[in-house]
C-alpha cells in the first residue's frame, strides 16, 4: 500500500489498492553518479515496516575521482531499490489488470443492486404512501365521523327530547316540560350515524309553512302538534286550529282535553270566528311579553326556565288547506301573527292547499314569505337553506298518538305549582310578632307574583280597600288562601290591632283551628267570635252583632269629632282595633228561608257601605256568587263596596261573577293556589290582574305559630258556636243569678246569638210560673231538664228546697244519674214512677202544696214531671174514705189531672214549681187545658211548625238545627229564642258547686 511520505510522495505498497497515475508521476528516480540528496531527503530502499532512519551523508577522501566503498553500496542499493520498485509496479499492474477486468462485472452487479436497492425503494415509498393515504382515510372517517356525530348532538341539544327523537314505541313524559325552539321535520340519511335529524324553528318563532302532498302534509302537521304537546305543559299549551274543510287532521289529539280543557279548543271552520279566537291569542300574546320583559328574559321558554313553573300560555295556531276559506280580516290577523310571533309565544302551523284558490283580497306569498318553508314529499323534506334533502318520518301510529294523549293528560293531573310556606314570607313578623300598627290599614303578604310578594291592605282611605271578596272552584285552594290571610294579620297585628270575626259555613271543616284545644288553650288570641257551622240564625245574629259594634264606634267618633278610625285613633290616642269579618262560603247566608235571608242581606249591606269609616273590613269567600237568590237584588250594591277581588282557578261565568264582567281571567289559571288579585273592582283585566302564588298554610306550623301567639298574650276565651253540638258549659263564668223571694231561676242553655250569657228562666213567688217543655224529641228534652234542673241545686241547696220527679219515661240513664248528683248534693228527692203519679199528686203533692203555702219561710219545692202523657189514672179520684178534698185547690183536685193543673196554675205562689214534659201539644193541653193554664214558659224540643206557632205565634219560624230548643216567655216581647241546651256531660254537680 501507500503510506505518506511526505506531501507529494508515497510508499508503494499492495494492501488492495491501486496505484495512481499521478503517483507515478510525481515519483522520480536518480541513478547517475554518486548518490545525491534531495531536499534532505535519504537515499536507498525502504524495507516495509522497517523505521526510517536518516543516515550521516558520507565523508568524502581526498581522492574524489575514485568511488568509495559507500558510493558502490549505495548504487547497489539503489540498483536493487529500483528492480524492487519495477516488481511492485508490476505485480500492481497485473492486479490493475485484473481488477479491471472485474469492473464490468462489478458494475453490472452494483447496477443490479442499484436496480433492486430503487425497487426497495419504491416499494417502501408506495407502502409508506399507501399507509399514509390508510391514515389520512381514517382519520377523515372518524373526523367525518366525528362531525355527524357532533351535528346529530348539536340537533338534539336544539331539539331535546320528544322534539327530535323517532316517535315509535312507547311514549314516557320528559323530566323537563319546557318546549324546545325547533322540532323535527325528517331526517338526512347517513350511513354511520344513521341519520341526522332534519330540525326547523317553530316555538319562540313565527312558525312554519307544509307545502306537498296532502297525505304527506297532514302527517307531519299532526306530528309537529303531537312533538309540542309531548314537551310542555299541557295546561300552559294551546291549539288552535281553523278547519275550514272539516277535515279532521289533528282529530286524534281531541283526547287532550280530559287532561285540560282549554288545550286543544273544538276547531272552526268559519274565517270571522276564527279571527276573533285569534284576537284572544294576540291578547294573550301580550301578557306573555310582559311576564318575560318583567323578568328580563326574551322569551316565554325563558321565563319557564328561570322560574321553574309556567307562566303564561303558548299558542299553536294551525291553518288547514290555506288559504281556503281564508278572508281578508282573517289574513289580517295571521300576517299579524307572523309579525308579532316568536317570542310571543305564538306561532303559526299553515298547510298549503296548493288547488285553493285565495280569495281577491289575500295574497298567499305575504303569509308564506314570513315563515319557515317546509316542501314536504312522498320520500323527501326539503327545507330552502339546507344543503341537502331528509326524508320524511313515517307517520305516528294511531296506538303511539292514543298513549301520548293518555300520558300528557294524566301528567297534566299531577302537575302542581310551587309549593310557597307562608311563613317564608314573613320572617321578620314570624321572629317579632305584632310589631306593627293598624292605624292607617291592614297589610298582608299571601303570596309570590313571579319575584315579587303579592300583597293585600285592608284601608279605610288613600285609597279606600276596605273590603275583600275571594272565589274559586271546589279544591283549588280558597280556604288557604282565607287562612294565608288570618294567619299573615294575625302574626302582624296584636289583638289590640286587630280583633277576628269568624264565620265558618263549610261544617267547620277550616275554622276548627282557632278554636281552644281540648285542654281550654292555645286558641288564635285575636277571634272574638267562631262559628263552626253552617247555621242561617247564628249568621245573622254576628252581622247584627257586627252592626251593633259599629253602631258604638259612630257614637264614639261623635263624640271626639271623628269621621274614620284613622282620625279617632289620632284625636284620641286609643288603640281602638280594626275588626274583620270573615265569612267562608258566605252564599249559605243568603240563601235558605226569607227571614234570614233578608236580615243577612240588609245587614251585609249596611255594613259593606258604613263599615269603613269605623275600621270593619269584610272577607266573603264563596265557590259561587251567580245564582245566589238573595243576592239577586242588592248583590250589585253590596259587591260595589269590594274593590280587592281574587279569584283561584274557576269556570269563565265565575270568573266573571267574581271578578267582573269581562273578566275571565280566572278561567285560564292552571294550578291549585294559583291566584288572579285585581285591586279595581275586578275591572281592567289588562292593567289591574295580577297572577301570582298563594302560599301554603302548613297545619303544623301554624298551629305551632298560634300556640306561640297565645303564649305572648291572649285575652278571654273566644266564643264559639257549633251548631251541631250542645253549648259548652263554663264553669268559670256561667252562674246562676240569684231569684227574688222565694223564685228560682234556672239555665237552659245558650241562645244562638253572640253574647257569652246563657238564657236563665226565672220563676217568680207568683201565679202561672210553670215551665213546659213540650215535644217529641226524648234527646234534646233530657238535656233542657238536665239543665234546667241541675242549674237549680244551688239555690235549692241554699233554701233547703227539695225535688220530686214524677217519671212517666221509667227509663234514660240521665235521669239516674241527675238524681244520684240531686241526692249527692245534699237536696231531698223523692222519685215516683208512672204507675204512681195520680196516687202521689193527689195523696202527698196536693196536701204538701197546701201546706207549704201556709208559711212563707218554708223550703221551694221543685217538680219535675216527665212523660206525664203517660201516666195512668189522672182522671180518677182517690179511694180513700178520709181525704181530705177542700185543702185550698178548686172542686176538680180530688184527681191526679185536677192537682197538677191547679199546681201549675197556682203551685209558684205557695212555694211549689212545676217544670214538665209533654210529647205534644194535644198531651199538655189535656193535663193543662186549652189554654194552657199556668204556663210562663214554653221550651220547645221538636215541635212541630203548626204546634209551634199555636204556641208563639203564627209568625214564628221553625226552628232549624240540632241539637235545639225554642224558648218563649208567654209574658215577654223577645218572640222565640233558638237556643242550644248545654251539654248534658260537661254540666255537672261540680261545675256548679265550683
Avoid at 214524677?806 to 237536696?827: F, H, K, M, Y
Wanted: charged content about 25%; aromatic content about 6%; hydrophobic content about 40%.
Amino acid at each position: 500500500m501507500l503510506t505518506p511520505e511526505s506531501d507529494d510522495s508515497y510508499s508503494l505498497g499492495f494492501g488492495g489498492k491501486h496505484m495512481t497515475e499521478g503517483d507515478s508521476a510525481r515519483r522520480r528516480i536518480h541513478i547517475e553518479g554518486e548518490p545525491q540528496w534531495n531536499g534532505g531527503r535519504p537515499s536507498g530502499r525502504f524495507v516495509p515496516g522497517s523505521t526510517f532512519r536518516p543516515q550521516t551523508p558520507p565523508q568524502r577522501s581526498g581522492a574524489e575521482d575514485v568511488p568509495s566503498i559507500l558510493a558502490e553500496e549505495s548504487g547497489r542499493q539503489l540498483d536493487r531499490a529500483v528492480v524492487d520498485v519495477r516488481r511492485r509496479v508490476a505485480t500492481l499492474k497485473g492486479r490493475l489488470e485484473s481488477v479491471s477486468a472485474l469492473i464490468p462485472a462489478l458494475a453490472e452487479a452494483t447496477s443490479a443492486a442499484d436496480e433492486r436497492e430503487l425497487a426497495l425503494a419504491r416499494a417502501r415509498a408506495e407502502s409508506q404512501r399507501e399507509a399514509q393515504l390508510d391514515s389520512v382515510i381514517r382519520r377523515f372517517e372518524a373526523d367525518s365521523r366525528r362531525g355527524m356525530t357532533g351535528v346529530v348532538d348539536l340537533s338534539r341539544r336544539l331539539a331535546p327530547g320528544w322534539a327530535s327523537a323517532i316517535c315509535e314505541g312507547s311514549w314516557s313524559p320528559q323530566e323537563v316540560s319546557i318546549p324546545a325552539d325547533f322540532v323535527r321535520v325528517g331526517a338526512i340519511p347517513h350511513e354511520t350515524v344513521g341519520g341526522v335529524p332534519l330540525i326547523v324553528p317553530m316555538v319562540n318563532h313565527p312558525g312554519l309553512v307544509l307545502s306537498g302532498a296532502a297525505s304527506a302534509t297532514d302527517n307531519l302537521a299532526l306530528s309537529l302538534a303531537a312533538r309540542l304537546f309531548a314537551q310542555s305543559p299541557l295546561k300552559h299549551v294551546v291549539l288552535e286550529v281553523f278547519d275550514p274543510k272539516v277535515r279532521g287532521t289533528l282529530g286524534t289529539l281531541t283526547g287532550l282535553r280530559a287532561g285540560h280543557p282549554g288545550a286543544f279548543p273544538p276547531p272552526t271552520v268559519d274565517a270571522s270566528s276564527f279571527a276573533g279566537r285569534l284576537d284572544a291569542v294576540m291578547q294573550s300574546a301580550v301578557r306573555n311579553v310582559e311576564l318575560s320583559r318583567l323578568a328580563g328574559v326574551s322569551s316565554l321558554t325563558d321565563l319557564w326556565r328561570l322560574r321553574g313553573t309556567p307562566e303564561g300560555t303558548l299558542h299553536l295556531v294551525v291553518i288547514l288547506d290555506y288559504p281556503y276559506a281564508v278572508d281578508r280580516a282573517l289574513q289580517e290577523r295571521l300576517l299579524r301573527i307572523a309579525t308579532i310571533g316568536g317570542p310571543s309565544g305564538t306561532s303559526l302551523l299553515v298547510v298549503v292547499d296548493p288547488t285553493a284558490v285565495p280569495d281577491r283580497e289575500v295574497i298567499p306569498d305575504e303569509l308564506i314569505g314570513r315563515l319557515t318553508l317546509v316542501e314536504v314529499g312522498a320520500d323527501t323534506v326539503r327545507v330552502p337553506g339546507y344543503p341537502c334533502d331528509g326524508v320524511p318520518d313515517p307517520a305516528l301510529r294511531p296506538d303511539f298518538v292514543e298513549e301520548l294523549v293518555r300520558g300528557v293528560g294524566a301528567s297534566a293531573r299531577l302537575v302542581q305549582g310551587p309549593t310557597i310556606p307562608l311563613e317564608s314570607l314573613m320572617p321578620d313578623d314570624v321572629e317579632v310578632p305584632w310589631a306593627h300598627s293598624a292605624e292607617q290599614s291592614l297589610d298582608v303578604v299571601v303570596g309570590r307574583t313571579g319575584r315579587e310578594p303579592l300583597t293585600i291592605s285592608l284601608r279605610t282611605e288613600n285609597p279606600p280597600h276596605p273590603n275583600i271578596l275571594i272565589g274559586g272552584a271546589v279544591g283549588q285552594g280558597k280556604s288557604n288562601l282565607v287562612l294565608d290571610i288570618i294567619y299573615g294579620l294575625a302574626v302582624r297585628y296584636s289583638p289590640q290591632e286587630l280583633e277576628l270575626y269568624l264565620l265558618d259555613f263549610k261544617r267547620g271543616l277550616e275554622f276548627k283551628r282557632f278554636a281552644p284545644d281540648p285542654d281550654g288553650r292555645h286558641w288564635l288570641p285575636h277571634v272574638r267570635v267562631l262559628s263552626l257551622e253552617s247555621n242561617q240564625a247564628f249568621g245573622v245574629a254576628v252581622l247584627r252583632s257586627v252592626d251593633d259594634e259599629m253602631e258604638r264606634r259612630s257614637q264614639l267618633f261623635k263624640q271626639v269629632g271623628a269621621n274614620s278610625l284613622n282620625s279617632y285613633r289620632t284625636l284620641t290616642c286609643s288603640p281602638m282595633p280594626r275588626l274583620l269579618l270573615v265569612v267562608d262560603e258566605f252564599h249559605v247566608l243568603f240563601e235558605g228561608e226569607d227571614r234570614y235571608v233578608d236580615q243577612a242581606v240588609e245587614l251585609m249591606d249596611r255594613l259593606a257601605k258604613q263599615g269603613r269609616a269605623y275600621g270593619i273590613h269584610l272577607l266573603l269567600a264563596s265557590q259561587t256568587t251567580s245564582g245566589v237568590r238573595g243576592l239577586a237584588i242588592k248583590g250589585n250594591s253590596i259587591f260595589a263596596q269590594f274593590p280587592l277581588r281574587l279569584s283561584l282557578k274557576n269556570t269563565a261565568a265565575e270568573s266573571q261573577a267574581i271578578l267582573s264582567e269581562g273578566n275571565t281571567a280566572a278561567a285560564d289559571l292552571s294550578y291549585r293556589g294559583e291566584v288572579v288579585l285585581n285591586r279595581n273592582f275586578g275591572s281592567d283585566p289588562e292593567g289591574s290582574n295580577v297572577r301570582g302564588m298563594a302560599a301554603y298554610a302548613e297545619p303544623d306550623r301554624m298551629a305551632a305559630l298560634q300556640a306561640r301567639l297565645w303564649e305572648q298574650g291572649h285575652g278571654e276565651m273566644p266564643m264559639v258556636f257549633v251548631g251541631r253540638e250542645y253549648a259548652a258549659w263554663d264553669s268559670s263564668r256561667d252562674h246562676v243569678p240569684e231569684a227574688h223571694g222565694r223564685g228560682l231561676s234556672m239555665m237552659l242553655g245558650r241562645p244562638v246569638a253572640v253574647t257569652r250569657e246563657p238564657v236563665v228562666l226565672t220563676v217568680d213567688q207568683d201565679a202561672d210560673q210553670t215551665v213546659a217543655l213540650v215535644g217529641s224529641d226524648v234527646h234534646v228534652a233530657a238535656a233542657a231538664v238536665n239543665s234546667l234542673v241541675r242549674s237549680a241545686i244551688p239555690t235549692l241547696v241554699e233554701r233547703g228546697g227539695s225535688v220530686v220527679i214524677l217519671d212517666g219515661l221509667e227509663e234514660g240513664a240521665w235521669l239516674d244519674a241527675l238524681a244520684e248528683d240531686v241526692r249527692g248534693a245534699g237536696v231531698g228527692i223523692t222519685r215516683v214512677p208512672r204507675a204512681d203519679i195520680a196516687g202521689h199528686l193527689t195523696g202527698t203533692l196536693g196536701p204538701a202544696a197546701e201546706t207549704a203555702g201556709r208559711g212563707d219561710d218554708r223550703p221551694p219545692l221543685l217538680v219535675v214531671g216527665l212523660g206525664l202523657q203517660r201516666a195512668r189514672g189522672m182522671d180518677q179520684a182517690p179511694s180513700t174514705s178520709g181525704f181530705d178534698i177542700d185543702f185550698g185547690f178548686d172542686g176538680d183536685a180530688t184527681t191526679g189531672r185536677g192537682v197538677l193543673r191547679r199546681l201549675a196554675r197556682e203551685g209558684a205562689l205557695m212555694g211549689a214549681h212545676l217544670l214538665g214534659w209533654w210529647s205534644s201539644l194535644r198531651a199538655l193541653e189535656s193535663d193543662l187545658g186549652m189554654a194552657h193554664d199556668g204556663v210562663a214558659h214554653y221550651v220547645t224540643v221538636g215541635l212541630g211548625l203548626e204546634e209551634l206557632r199555636a204556641v208563639a205565634g203564627a209568625m214564628t219560624p221553625p226552628i232549624d238545627g240540632s241539637p235545639r230548643v225554642g224558648w218563649f216567655d208567654r209574658n215577654g216581647d223577645s218572640g222565640l229564642v233558638t237556643v242550644v241546651p248545654f251539654h248534658p256531660d260537661q254540666f255537672r254537680m261540680e261545675d256548679i258547686d265550683g
